[in-house]
């Protein structure tokens, strides 16, 4: 019997969100109940909250918002490059059409977490707790899973050449649709993940084993 795949719960949003304005950002600021398309250029704060917030069109580059709480929020085409979110918590959030190279999500906590569309090669995920998270259709090339925990995790389509898995388990992961030629990862980190008959010759070489012709 196939497991079932529990649902991944979307942003709870209200329909109508007015428009907040930030002048500023420092550490502990709360933002909660409405739409930000602009913000004050780069933010370096630790311990900010945003709830209810759909932010649009927003360039974060190289911002530092460590340790940072976001509940029921949706990032759209915005800009992530080279933030640094770790130790972050991540409570039904998505991400669509976002940028993300070289994301710091390293230590964070997320649950029902879903990018979409999203280039996010050279993202980091190490020792990383991902809960009911879905990746669709997204550039992944060589990020990093480092020990990281993965429970109830979907690659879906996305581009996972490259990426790092070292010393974390893919038991029930369906890499079945991905696209790479390698990973890095190790043997036992593999056992029980679901891959493609293709994907099988593959792994088969990278473990040192020779598939004989008949």
Not at 19 to 32: K, L, Q, R, V, Y
Not at 61 to 73: G, H, R, Y
Not at 171 to 188: A, Q, Y
Request: charged share 25%.
């Amino acid at each position: 019997m196939n497991k079932k795949v529990r649902t991944i719960h979307t942003p709870d949003l209200p329909e109508d969100l007015e428009i907040i304005t930030i002048n500023e950002m420092a550490d502990g600021s709360n933002f909660e109940m409405g739409k930000i398309e602009s913000t004050i250029g780069n933010i370096n704060a630790k311990n900010i909250k945003f709830s209810e917030v759909h932010i649009k069109n927003v360039n974060f580059e190289e911002s530092q918002l460590p340790f940072s709480s976001w509940a029921d929020v949706v990032f759209e085409k915005c800009d992530l490059s080279n933030v640094k979110l770790n130790g972050a918590r991540f409570n039904r959030v998505a991400f669509k059409e976002c940028k993300l190279t070289g994301v710091d999500f390293d230590e964070t906590v997320m649950q029902d977490v879903q990018f979409i569309d999203c280039p996010a090669p050279y993202s980091l995920f190490s020792l990383t707790d991902l809960r009911d998270v879905r990746f669709d259709n997204c550039l992944l090339k060589e990020a990093n899973f480092i020990e990281a925990k993965l429970d109830n995790v979907q690659l879906g389509t996305s581009n996972i050449e490259e990426v790092q898995f070292s010393d974390t388990s893919l038991k029930d992961v369906d890499l079945s649709r991905c696209e790479f030629t390698f990973i890095h990862i190790k043997e036992n980190d593999l056992r029980g993940a679901i891959i493609s008959p293709h994907q099988a010759v593959t792994f088969i070489e990278l473990f040192g084993l020779k598939v004989k012709g008949v």
